[in-house]
């Protein structure tokens, strides 16, 4: 990041402040784009802006507004505790900002004097829904919690046209406040957490908006109870570490779909910096700016990741779902070799026998090495019985040992036909016996083996990458 004299200051104003991402959005935003043409007769090549963070202290939060508006900073974003505070010393708010009650974004004023007020949270959530295609139009929802980040779902949840919107809180009295300020009594429901399961609509699509679950403490979750998670459609929980929670992991155990909310936060901010520069960020700025996150968030995360085990262990369903929480790409030998010989695997091992499938299979892996990023590969099943491709097998990435009992692969692989091994009389005791076999091969191949006994594709994922992160 090249500093000059055209350089402008945005930042941060909060209490703490160590942890915030932001810098990651914003200078990462400035070093993308080339606004060599922004400002005529510019001399030099220095960066459009630099974003710092400000720990500022209750009793000084007006005298830093104050400052900040004579040193010329350009704009700053406010996190807790004072996105309501900060309201008393700004000359104007955005209409939007007013109906949430909390600012998280001053931009200077133009040709007038100090900052205006905006609240790009709830348009940072609107745009994140966008891209997960979720519609809140007409659809009941649950937002659990009453605190700030609440306020901003309620806001979108209003604005979006939702029918009908319950706000669970520990403490009621807050969830009441919250409605009566918003004043839709009848359309705003609040109740207290625990009466979640006196809820009786279905589809429901629900925000996880307390900090309940965020890391370290990623065990914990606001509310249980498996009844209230069956009525789910789709879940989101605004915390984004760990990036699968375990409220996320419940709402896939109840069969609705997840998401972490990290794209609220990039949006956020991508809104907050148009505003302070009054231009619009290229998409493609915005998705390296995801994975910069990702790679910073999810720390041991981007190496590939190798999946190995016996057919029908879950290692396709798992290493999806993986990729696609960790924006991976998935790639599946068995898939690979039948789009490399036009063949699909059964008429490989009909017309050539196992000896050639298995050679096939090495020199697919030896084709592969080099040639992966950032890729969730899952391979057949009798992958690593070659020690030859044990050894290309950990060349290629981290090796995930996928096991399970036989009874569980029998009960899973038992209506499917397209299992050339398993094509005999008694298929339970081939299963018995080919694991016997290969057991021992599978352990000496791999890094980590993780018994996938029973659990659900997500608490999976959330084991496979904590394991990667030791
Ligand atoms: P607040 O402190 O304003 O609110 C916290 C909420 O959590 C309250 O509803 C509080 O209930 C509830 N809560 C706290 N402890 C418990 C508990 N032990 N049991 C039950 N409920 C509890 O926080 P924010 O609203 O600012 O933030 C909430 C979460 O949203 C945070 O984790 C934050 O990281 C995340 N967030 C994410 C954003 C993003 O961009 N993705 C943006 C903003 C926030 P009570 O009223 O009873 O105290």
Redesign the pocket.
């Known amino acids: 990041m090249r500093v000059d004299g055209y350089t402008k200051t945005i930042g941060l104003i909060g209490n703490p402040v160590e942890h915030t991402l932001s810098p990651i959005i914003h200078n990462g935003i400035s070093e993308r784009m080339d606004f060599s043409e922004t400002i005529p007769n510019r001399k030099g090549n220095g960066s459009r802006s630099v974003y710092l963070p400000f720990q500022v202290q209750a009793e000084e939060l007006q005298d830093a507004v104050k400052g900040a508006y004579a040193l010329g900073v350009q704009g700053l974003n406010v996190t ?1 505790p004072y ?1 309501q505070l900060v309201m008393e010393y700004i000359e104007e708010t955005d209409e939007a900002a007013a109906g949430i009650g909390a600012v998280n974004t001053l931009v200077r004023i133009q040709n007038g004097h100090g900052f205006r007020g905006y609240n790009t ?1 709830w348009e ?2 609107r745009c994140q829904l966008q891209d997960d295609g979720i519609s809140l139009k007409g659809k009941t929802v649950v937002i659990l ?6 306020r ?1 779902v309620l806001y979108l949840c209003l604005t979006e046209a939702a029918e009908k919107v319950y706000i669970l ?3 009621l009295e ?1 969830a009441k406040e919250l409605a009566l300020e918003f004043g839709q009594m009848g359309r705003i429901l609040p109740m207290k ?1 625990q009466d979640a399961g006196r809820i009786e609509d279905t589809d429901l699509v629900v925000f996880q ?4 679950g ?1 890391y370290p403490n990623v065990k914990d979750v ?1 509310l249980e109870e498996e009844a209230f998670y069956s009525r789910i459609a789709v879940g989101i929980d ?3 570490n760990p990036a699968e929670t375990r409220f996320m992991q419940l709402v896939e155990a109840g069969g609705g779909k997840a998401f972490n ?2 794209k ?2 990039l949006y ?1 901010g991508i809104r907050a910096y148009e505003l302070w520069f009054d231009l619009k960020v290229p998409e493609a700025v915005a998705s390296e700016i995801l994975q910069e996150l990702k790679a910073r968030l999810y720390a041991g995360y981007r190496e590939n990741l190798i999946l190995i085990g016996f057919m029908g262990s879950g290692k396709t369903t798992v290493g999806r779902l993986l990729a696609d929480r960790m924006d991976m790409e998935f790639l599946d030998t068995d898939a690979l070799l039948e789009e490399k010989t036009g063949k699909t695997i059964s008429e490989i091992f009909a017309a050539q026998g196992e000896e050639e499938f298995r050679r096939l299979e090495t020199e697919l892996l030896r084709e592969l090495q080099g040639h992966l990023r950032n890729t969730v590969l899952s391979t057949g099943g009798g992958m690593p019985l070659r020690e030859e491709n044990a050894g290309l097998l950990k060349q290629l990435g981290k090796v995930v040992y996928m096991s399970a009992s036989p009874e569980e692969i029998y009960s899973r692989l038992k209506d499917q036909d397209d299992r050339p091994l398993l094509q005999v009389e008694d298929p339970l005791g081939r299963i018995r016996s080919l694991m016997e076999e290969r057991k021992s091969r599978y352990e000496a191949a791999c890094d980590f083996a993780l018994d996938t006994g029973g659990e659900a594709p997500g608490m999976l994922v959330e084991r496979i990458t904590k394991d990667m992160r030791q």
């Open positions: 807790v996105k949270d940072g959530l919690g009453a605190g700030g980040a609440a901003a809180n520990r403490t807050r957490l908006a307390t900090s309940i965020l606001v605004l915390i984004y909310a990290l609220m936060l956020q």
